[in-house]
């Protein structure tokens, strides 16, 4: 299994495991949430430690038409 692969794997079943194992996840009902944002929520990281936030890259990288950057988004 390649690396990248792993990371969308363990960003995943975080994803899915924290919000799980909450008793007020109610809270959550009707809403769409990303990743990102409930790595923010519940505190989990990706492998390397970062916390993935690809909707805000989105709209200050590639939708102005900066140059592809991660840096500051993991």
Same mark, same amino acid.
């Given at each position: 299994?390649?690396?990248?692969?792993?990371? *969308?794997? *363990?960003?995943?079943?975080?994803?899915?495991?924290?919000?799980?194992?909450?008793?007020?996840?109610?809270?959550?009902?009707?809403?769409?949430?990303?990743?990102?944002?409930?790595?923010?929520?519940?505190?989990?990281?990706?492998?390397?430690?970062?916390?993935?936030?690809?909707?805000?890259?989105?709209?200050?990288?590639?939708?102005?038409?900066?140059?592809?950057?991660?840096?500051?988004?993991?």
């Amino acid at each position: 299994m390649s690396v990248e692969r792993d990371r *969308c794997t *363990c960003v995943f079943q975080n994803a899915i495991a924290h919000p799980v194992g909450d008793l007020e996840v109610a809270r959550w009902s009707g809403q769409s949430l990303s990743s990102g944002q409930l790595a923010q929520i519940y505190g989990f990281t990706d492998l390397d430690g970062s916390q993935l936030d690809a909707f805000r890259y989105i709209q200050q990288v590639q939708e102005v038409g900066k140059p592809p950057n991660a840096t500051g988004y993991r």
